[in-house]
């Protein structure tokens, strides 16, 4: 191991795949991968130009889709349908519904809000498809939020209309336990995912109607916007920028769900700066972060501040991981992925005991 500090803050010019923490399993998946990474522009820049870069590398991430469609396992146990809900905002939201082909009683639901800096990406991409499936057959049901982005195919709609669409879709699925056959509720999501299940339970908070959520699982949260300030609490921005994301990339994101600005210490738009006030009264969180993320440290900050405001809280690094290694990765690192999601399984299945 080497003496030097961590990743970038020891070698400017790092690369995960040369990173001595990393996984050697995914360190040979990225450098076999060689996916196209598009340069970012300024956040300074036209809109248009903001929107265009969405659009592309949307379409970057999207060249691995049929591989992920070919590996993708049977899961002949589950079976899928999808309901259409109107939103706050009158717009039809499609949920995405996985659960076992033969259910003995309730089981607990998630509501799974995926990944995506709540500007790109789709519930209908095969990594999701597969994560719902993979954690309905832990024995749960799982529903997947169509909901709007900021920008790709599925925008451009900035802040709040994707968290409106969470919270709709988690309201409806209260208000369906009986006919869905659900004995309690848990919002989880990963990177943009993350930040809109700890966000629709804070906007539950405001709006009195926390009650029908049980607990939120995040998911290498994406909740502070400070991709282009750094601050200096957040060192993993630095040490693992560009480990499969970088700020840059981020900030241009956040440019496009928040475009004036005005949202950038509001704890709807971006968790990390939520109030003690804010957190109290919250229910149970499991706050899951990477190693070799740049999101890594803005997880663990808001595991410290939950923990402070006295919410139920726990926190878990996966060692070695880059950002999402779990949903991006499931065939290289099997026994990782499958760890969250038993994790998710159990932090679930215990409030319906």
Not at 111 to 123: K, N, P
Not at 214 to 233: L, M, T
Not at 267 to 293: F, M
Request: charged fraction near 20%.
């Amino acid at each position: 191991m080497s003496s030097l500090p961590a990743g970038r803050l020891g070698t400017i010019d790092m690369k995960i795949e040369d990173d001595p923490r990393t996984d050697p399993r995914i360190a040979k998946a990225i450098a076999l991968e060689n996916m196209p990474v598009t340069p970012a522009p300024n956040t300074s820049d036209p809109i248009e130009v903001l929107i265009e870069y969405s659009n592309q590398i949307e379409k970057d991430w999207g060249l691995n889709h049929n591989a992920e469609w070919e590996n993708m396992p049977a899961f002949e146990q589950i079976e899928t349908h999808q309901e259409i809900i109107e939103g706050i905002d009158g717009n039809a939201i499609t949920l995405h519904i996985h659960r076992p082909k033969t259910q003995i009683g309730s089981l607990p639901a998630i509501v799974h809000t995926h990944g995506g800096g709540m500007t790109i990406m789709s519930a209908k991409d095969p990594s999701y498809v597969r994560w719902r499936s993979l954690l309905a057959n832990q024995d749960m049901v799982v529903i997947g939020v169509e909901f709007r982005n900021a920008g790709g195919q599925l925008g451009s709609s900035p802040f709040p209309a994707g968290l409106n669409d969470c919270a709709a879709a988690t309201q409806w699925t209260f208000e369906n336990k009986d006919r869905l056959n659900i004995s309690s509720i848990v919002i989880s999501g990963e990177s943009g995912g993350g930040n809109l299940s700890i966000a629709t339970a804070l906007k539950a908070k405001t709006e009195n109607w926390l009650r029908k959520i049980d607990g939120v699982y995040a998911c290498c949260p994406y909740i502070s916007g400070a991709y282009e300030e750094k601050p200096s609490e957040l060192v993993s921005l630095i040490e693992n920028d560009q480990y499969l994301i970088n700020c840059k990339q981020m900030a241009v994101l956040a440019q496009l769900y928040d475009p004036d600005g005005r949202n950038s210490q509001n704890p709807l738009a971006w968790p990390y700066h939520s109030s003690p006030e804010d957190l109290l009264g919250l229910p149970p969180h499991i706050v899951w972060t990477n190693e070799l993320d740049p999101l890594r440290d803005e997880g663990i900050a808001f595991y410290r501040k939950l923990m402070a405001a006295g919410v139920n809280v726990s926190g878990q690094t996966a060692l070695g991981t880059c950002h999402a290694a779990e949903t991006i990765f499931p065939d290289v690192i099997p026994e990782i992925t499958l760890s969250l999601a038993g994790s998710i399984a159990n932090f679930a299945k215990s409030f319906s005991s």
